[in-house]
């Protein structure tokens, strides 16, 4: 007896959903609203690369803390840099931190106190920092060029370069991505079925970045160039 599905029973059957990445440690494990989660590097991807600042929380001698820093990606780290007498530079080197970032984009109105909450793009990364050398996987004056390239792409091919004392002053670190969690939240309010009633506006404020315009310096007379002209785009 030919017991294999017949051509029209095979093409009946709904194609195989890829599955979601699982989280890579017990500490990446989202339990409150796990709906929410993501371990899809595309998604980390583009909450980093949408960043500015960064948040880095580290351990030291005098207690807890948590420091803004610029940040940028390449590949699978995410970089940082600073000053080589950086107390946060010295003690990322030796042991593990956590690194976050977060996108608000817009304000929840629910019918109730409680349910009034955040639309918004998070990231929590954890790990231990490396310090970038000048030769390696990345050169650490790549790194800090591909930094220009993040904050206005075209810029590094017109500027003066960092020299030989600039880098040297400059610590450049980088950590992995294998460890990370992300969480996103969009959408209207989940109000209770009993708060329907209430005669309270209900709805999304929405939040986002806005560009100014740019603002030359008094002794600049070089024509706007491209990245400059395009900023408010």
């Not at 699982?22 to 949408?50: F, G, M």
């Not at 800090?144 to 500027?159: D, N, T, V, Y």
Request: net charge negative.
């Amino acid at each position: 007896m030919n017991t294999s599905p017949s051509a029209a029973e095979s093409a009946a059957e709904p194609a195989a959903q890829p599955t979601a990445p699982s989280a890579p440690s017990a500490r990446t494990q989202v339990k409150r609203s796990a709906n929410r989660a993501s371990h899809d590097p595309a998604v980390l991807h583009a909450i980093i690369d949408a960043a500015w600042i960064c948040h880095v929380a580290f351990r030291d001698d005098h207690g807890v803390h948590c420091i803004p820093t610029a940040c940028w990606r390449i590949g699978e780290h995410l970089y940082i840099h600073g000053s080589n007498g950086s107390r946060m530079v010295k003690r990322l080197l030796d042991d593990e931190c956590c690194v976050t970032i977060t996108h608000v984009d817009g304000l929840v109105m629910a019918r109730s106190a409680f349910n009034h909450s955040m639309n918004y793009r998070s990231a929590v990364i954890y790990g231990r920092f490396e310090k970038v050398e000048e030769s390696g996987e990345v050169d650490k004056r790549d790194a800090l060029e591909a930094f220009m390239e993040h904050l206005a792409p075209g810029r590094q091919a017109e500027i003066r370069p960092g020299n030989d004392n600039e880098y040297a002053a400059t610590t450049v670190l980088r950590i992995a991505l294998a460890e990370a969690a992300c969480k996103v939240r969009s959408g209207p309010p989940e109000d209770d079925p009993e708060d329907m009633d209430v005669r309270a506006w209900a709805g999304v404020l929405p939040l986002r970045e806005v560009r100014g315009a740019p603002v030359p310096d008094a002794a600049c007379t070089i024509a706007a160039p491209y990245y400059v002209r395009h900023w408010q785009e």
